[in-house]
């Protein structure tokens, strides 16, 4: 859906601001022509042999000098005031011109980006193509292979020994807990009640699973491996690996937890029901039900730092030496895809709360899942020039003036402008694909926001910070 637009703005001067008066300490023979360039304009030129955008930059950098000092001239002194009063007088004329030579140059940079011949799509595209085929770096590996290769075959058992008990004994303790939960909590309020079946789920997701697991399988294999005389425990994490993506379901689901819980623990039979289970088993601790359910979101990475700190305290001719390097390898691959699966889920709950508030962003559809939210913020969009053909089919540009305060959306591929409308709510009004330039924004001489998008050119004014935020953001979305 096309914009509403204001004021067209192709003739004339554009008016001077008070940000344009930090223009006037440049010197005359600095400048152009303004006839000279605008004669420019209306003669037929090849733009791609003048190479417009880097003119139009030479030009931004040139027009930004230092800000002009006038003082206050005693009355006594008429000749220095009329003195005063011409140089002030040639100073704005020469700040219009520059105005002039600024807004005819950059009209020349957004036909020269606008034109499909200085397209960079394929760059575009092949980027993203290589983005969506590509994993994300596993982090902390580094710290496994120097577990592996740090220490001598004359490893200290000792330590070895203390890492392997801390690791039985925290088993033993963290199946206990999720006995408590389940026991305590989501047994007796499934039985009384109390919450729904969908406000179970939501509360203690897939912990009843996890338990079982560790209860009936994991916990009993780490402790028949500690017993044997080589304590070889890397099997046991290898052979279990695939078991312990079970967290990525339990991770995903932590925030519906903690927001749901909140909500419930407000009404009166819910709230006591938990204060009486928590006082009524002394297991249970000081420790309250958000705190059991943050538990094992902490198991994993728990895991990876015993095990590589027994990786370390393991002789290299150990029988558990080799193994247990693979198995830390492989436990740091699962934690890496438990995030990963957390962050592509959080972003498509962020998708869709955002589908939801803007009305018509449906149609784009916006939840897709190669597209990924960056930023949102409000700006004035000054500026919106669009590409026309004239009676000859050239290529021109029609500079749109606006002046319309707008809620944007920044998306890897896309930016999405939203008018305000009734509650707060937004309306989408117009798409914008960032698919024709791998860095499509920079900030003018004016600090204005300029992004090159395929349906055109945006200027876009606001909080300065966040200006350049997005420029660095919109720069980088390939990265």
């Excluded at 006038?70 to 704005?92: G, R, V, W």
């Excluded at 120097?146 to 303790?173: D, N």
Aim: glycine fraction near 6%.
């Amino acid at each position: 859906m096309a914009p509403t637009l204001a004021t067209n703005i192709d003739a004339g001067p554009m008016p001077v601001t008070a940000k344009d008066t930090q223009r006037s300490s440049l010197e005359s023979s600095a400048l152009p022509s303004v006839d000279t360039v605008v004669a420019s304009v209306a003669a037929p030129h090849d733009q791609t042999s003048i190479g417009m955008p880097h003119i139009c930059r030479l030009h931004q950098h040139s027009v930004t000098g230092g800000t002009p000092v006038y003082t206050e001239l005693s009355s006594a002194d008429p000749a220095l005031q009329e003195s005063h009063k011409l140089s002030m007088d040639d100073s704005s004329g020469l700040i219009q011109d520059s105005v002039k030579v600024s807004r005819v140059l950059w009209q020349l940079c957004d036909e020269w980006d606008l034109d499909p011949r200085h397209s960079e799509s394929d760059s575009v595209e092949s980027i993203l193509a290589q983005l969506g085929n590509a994993s994300a770096p596993i982090g902390d590996s580094s710290s496994i292979d120097r577990a592996y290769h740090g220490k001598s075959p004359s490893a200290g058992s000792s330590q070895r020994m203390k890492i392997l008990s801390e690791l039985l004994v925290t088993e033993v303790t963290y199946v206990d807990t999720l006995k408590n939960v389940v026991g305590v909590y989501l047994n007796p309020m499934r039985e009384a009640k109390v919450l729904s079946e969908s406000e179970l789920r939501g509360i203690f997701s897939n912990i009843e699973i996890i338990l079982a697991f560790h209860n009936d399988h994991f916990l009993p294999a780490i402790t028949y491996a500690i017993s044997k005389p080589d304590m070889a425990i890397g099997g046991v994490f290898l052979h279990h690996s695939a078991h312990l993506k079970l967290y990525s379901m339990y991770t995903n689901n932590h925030e519906t937890s903690v927001k749901t819980l909140s909500s419930v623990s407000s009404r009166r039979s819910v709230g006591g029901f938990i204060q009486n289970a928590r006082h009524d088993v002394t297991q249970i601790g000081q420790v309250g039900l958000d705190g059991h359910l943050l538990t094992p979101i902490q198991r994993l990475p728990r895991y990876r730092m015993l095990l590589t700190d027994l990786l370390s305290n393991t002789p290299a001719d150990h029988p558990d030496h080799e193994t247990l390097y693979e198995a830390t390898k492989e436990l740091n691959r699962t934690i890496h895809d438990v995030n990963e699966k957390k962050r592509i889920y959080e972003n498509r709950l962020r998708l869709q709360r955002i589908q939801e508030k803007v009305a018509g962003s449906s149609a784009i559809p916006l939840v897709v899942p190669h597209r990924t939210f960056k930023l949102m913020a409000t700006f004035r969009l000054q500026i919106f020039s669009e590409p026309t053909r004239n009676s000859k089919g050239n290529l021109r540009v029609r500079r749109i003036g606006l002046g319309t305060v707008y809620r944007f959306f920044l998306f890897n591929d896309l930016i999405m402008q939203c008018t305000f409308i009734m509650n707060k709510d937004l309306r989408l009004n117009r798409v914008y694909k960032l698919d024709t330039r791998v860095a499509p924004a920079e900030v003018t001489c004016d600090n204005e926001l300029r992004i090159v998008s395929s349906e055109g050119i945006l200027y876009l004014r606001g909080d300065q910070a966040e200006i350049r935020r997005w420029a660095r953001v919109i720069n980088s979305r390939l990265e």
